[in-house]
């Protein structure tokens, strides 16, 4: 399955991918903190498939590290992935980053 590996560099931008393919987003986070990176709103057509977080090799407690999501692209057009580095308690309105692209996905 072909991926479109995407970083902060991509934020705000339009990025191409064929439908079945997955759509890998790759952020600082740093868990001990509380915030995480999390989709914004749910979208059939750019569903979750997974999210993970890995620690650099050298870090200490607390250390930060990077949030790994996964989205299959389901449909065709285009779609506003969003996502937004929160407190899950908090809700949006706590948000301190954002992050978003739109992808034009198109036929597989």
């Known amino acids: 399955m ?20 997955v759509v890998v987003v790759t952020l600082d986070e740093s868990p001990t903190t509380g915030y995480a990176w999390a989709p914004l709103a749910a979208d059939e057509a750019l569903a979750l498939v997974g999210s993970d977080f890995a620690l650099p090799a050298q870090a200490g407690v607390g250390g930060g590290g990077q949030r790994t999501l996964r989205f299959e692209v389901r449909q ?7 996502l937004v580095l929160v407190r899950p ?13 739109t992808v034009q996905a198109t036929p597989g």
Not at 2 to 13: K, N, S, V
Not at 76 to 82: I, M
Not at 89 to 101: C, H, I, K, L, N
């Open 89 to 101: 308690w908090e809700g949006e309105a706590g948000a301190v980053d954002r992050f978003s692209v």
């Open 76 to 82: 065709r057009g285009k779609h506003l992935l969003q």
């Open 2 to 21: 072909a991926e479109t590996l995407l970083t902060r560099q991509h934020d705000g931008q339009t990025i191409a991918a064929a439908v079945g393919s």
